[in-house]
């Protein structure tokens, strides 16, 4: 029987995965590696680069979430169409469409 959902180990790795990538790394850099790693985005983000800066503040807060402005120069797009236009009988007396 199928199973539907997300399921531990489900979907295809990625090529860096498939290739062994992330343990070898893990195995060549080191935990000391990994210190001296970000002790270096950190001193190069106290110098002034804002890249170093943003990726730090990125991985310890998170990315903000990007807002797409669709009011076509801060007028509200027109979102409902007229599909039935309504006669007036007020003005006849007509009351048969009524």
Do not use: W
């Amino acid at each position: 029987m199928a199973r539907g959902g997300k399921r531990e180990g489900a979907g295809r790795k990625s090529k860096a995965e498939e290739m062994g990538l992330p343990a070898l790394i893990e195995e060549v850099i080191g935990e000391q590696g990994k210190r001296d790693l970000i002790s270096n985005v950190f001193t190069k983000a106290k110098a002034g680069s804002f890249l170093h800066a943003q990726m730090l503040m990125h991985y310890m807060y998170g990315k903000p979430q990007d807002y797409l402005d669709v009011t076509s120069g801060g007028k509200p797009i027109e979102t409902v169409k007229h599909i039935v236009e309504f006669r007036d009988y007020s003005e006849d007396g007509d009351k048969a469409g009524v």
